[in-house]
């Protein structure tokens, strides 16, 4: 089953302009996080946010969360055609405490 | 400091034969998850190990598969027979405690004929 749900599906931008991915969920959540996944690779960790957290940032990236409604959203600024990856949300809730992925934005940053 | 080792990267073989993956976790991870991904899709969670025990294995199709994490490292994924519908990739993650940061690696795709 699969909780997190992305928004676009696909995103084709060009290098220097941002990139803007959303993510919603049905249950109460501990924490939720980023991953990215280049083609034929394992995930990679990018950002956690903490339910009682409103926005965190890393680097080019800025994510934020409303709990209010079960979303949250990941920010790239200034793309690099090396962030051309796959972007999935992932949350932690309930009582296994398990990681739940969603189905991922895939995103294309063009040179 | 080596990152979640997984192998093989790549199986093909015909349906109904056996196969194995195995996970080397990042040293001192208590927390093992094996994930199965399709084309196009996200991880979705098998089974996750706490230690030697499987803390939540209500995902892994029983009839067929199965998985060990014994002394509490390495784990195995088995999967016999397999069936055409189970061509995926594999993927193991670790992590220190609980869902906090998963280390992932880089996946075992198997192709059933």
């Known amino acids: 089953s699969q909780q997190g749900e992305e928004d676009p599906q696909a995103l084709s931008i060009q290098e220097g302009e941002n990139a803007t991915m959303n993510c919603s969920y049905k249950?109460?959540?501990?924490?939720l996080q980023w991953y990215r996944q280049n083609s034929g690779r394992g995930l990679v960790h990018l950002i956690l946010i903490r339910s009682n957290e409103r926005e965190k940032h890393s680097g080019r990236l800025r994510v934020t969360l409303d709990t209010s409604k079960k979303s949250s959203s990941l920010l790239i600024t200034a793309s690099r055609a090396a962030d051309t990856a796959s972007y999935f949300c992932?949350?932690?809730?309930?009582?296994?405490?398990?990681?739940?992925f969603g189905k991922g934005t895939k995103l294309s940053v063009k040179p | 400091e080596a990152g979640v080792v997984q192998s093989p990267r790549y199986k093909i073989i015909e349906k109904k034969q056996p196969v194995a993956f195995w996970c080397n976790p990042i040293s001192g991870h208590n927390t093992l998850y094996w994930y199965l991904q399709n084309l196009g899709q996200g991880p979705e969670l098998l089974i996750r190990?706490?230690?030697?025990?499987?803390?939540?294995d209500s995902q892994l199709p029983k009839d067929r598969f199965s998985a060990e994490r014994l002394k509490g490292v390495d784990s195995t994924l088995k999967i016999q027979p397999a069936e055409l519908g189970d061509s995926a990739v594999y993927l193991c993650?670790?992590?220190?405690?609980?869902?906090?940061?998963?280390?992932f690696g880089e996946g075992s795709r198997l192709t059933v004929l």
């Open positions: 993650a670790s992590s220190a405690r609980g869902p906090g940061e998963l280390f």
């Open positions: 190990y706490e230690n030697e025990e499987a803390v939540d």
């Open positions: 249950t109460s959540i501990n924490n």
């Open positions: 992932a949350t932690n809730g309930g009582s296994q405490g398990n990681l739940i």
